[in-house]
């Protein structure tokens, strides 16, 4: 029989077998405590992502109506910095006059009454496109005014050409 009463044999196994069901114990409280972390995170994780969609979609309208302040700025700017073709119906033959003819009939605008802008006028009021102003191109825009064919431009046909750019505008 042995010395202490029971088998040491007997008694080692037996402790073995109660720290094993110990640590099967603590790993099920482990696994279960590891499985409520991750819910946990997950949640956060949830919670947190909406939070940040919540503040992008916040950016995202300030950057859109910020974008939209900007650009009714600068369409305003550009609004006031284009130049206005709309006559005086003065009679008198100037830059504006020239500039407003030029951006009508689609040439170069540079308020010069040359070349270029007397053939344009040439060919919209069917006189001969040769360049050079004189009395058959006066006649020609007269006719296709409707006024006085006299040759001479006058204040009568200024005015009425000026009246019809601004019709055009």
Same mark, same amino acid.
């Given at each position: 029989m042995?010395?202490?009463g029971?088998?040491?044999?007997?008694?080692?196994?037996?402790?073995? &077998?109660?720290v094993?069901?110990?640590? =099967?114990e603590v790993k *099920?409280e482990i696994?279960?405590e590891?499985? &409520?972390?991750?819910?946990?995170?997950q949640?956060n994780d949830a919670a947190?992502?909406a939070k940040?969609e919540a503040?992008?979609? =916040?950016a995202? =309208? $300030?950057a859109?109506e910020a974008?939209?302040?900007?650009e009714a700025?600068v369409? =305003?700017a550009?609004?006031? /910095?284009?130049?206005?073709y709309?006559l005086?119906?003065?009679g008198?033959?100037?830059?504006?006059?020239?500039?407003t003819?030029?951006h009508? /009939?689609?040439?170069?605008?540079?308020g010069?009454?040359?070349p270029?802008?007397t053939?344009?006028?040439?060919?919209?009021?069917g006189? @001969?496109?040769?360049? *050079?102003?004189?009395? /058959?191109t006066t006649k020609?825009?007269?006719?296709?005014l409707?006024?006085?064919?006299?040759?001479i $431009?006058?204040p009568e046909?200024v005015k009425a050409?000026? @009246?019809?750019?601004n019709n055009? /505008?």
């Amino acid at each position: 029989m042995p010395l202490f009463g029971k088998n040491v044999k007997a008694q080692v196994a037996e402790k073995a &077998e109660k720290v094993a069901e110990k640590a =099967a114990e603590v790993k *099920e409280e482990i696994k279960e405590e590891t499985t &409520e972390v991750k819910a946990k995170i997950q949640s956060n994780d949830a919670a947190i992502k909406a939070k940040i969609e919540a503040n992008l979609a =916040a950016a995202k =309208a $300030k950057a859109e109506e910020a974008e939209a302040k900007v650009e009714a700025k600068v369409e =305003a700017a550009v609004e006031e /910095l284009k130049p206005s073709y709309v006559l005086n119906v003065d009679g008198v033959w100037g830059p504006l006059t020239t500039r407003t003819t030029q951006h009508i /009939l689609g040439v170069t605008e540079d308020g010069i009454l040359g070349p270029i802008t007397t053939k344009a006028i040439q060919t919209k009021v069917g006189a @001969t496109a040769d360049g *050079e102003w004189g009395p /058959l191109t006066t006649k020609a825009m007269q006719t296709f005014l409707g006024v006085t064919v006299d040759g001479i $431009k006058g204040p009568e046909t200024v005015k009425a050409w000026q @009246t019809w750019c601004n019709n055009q /505008l």
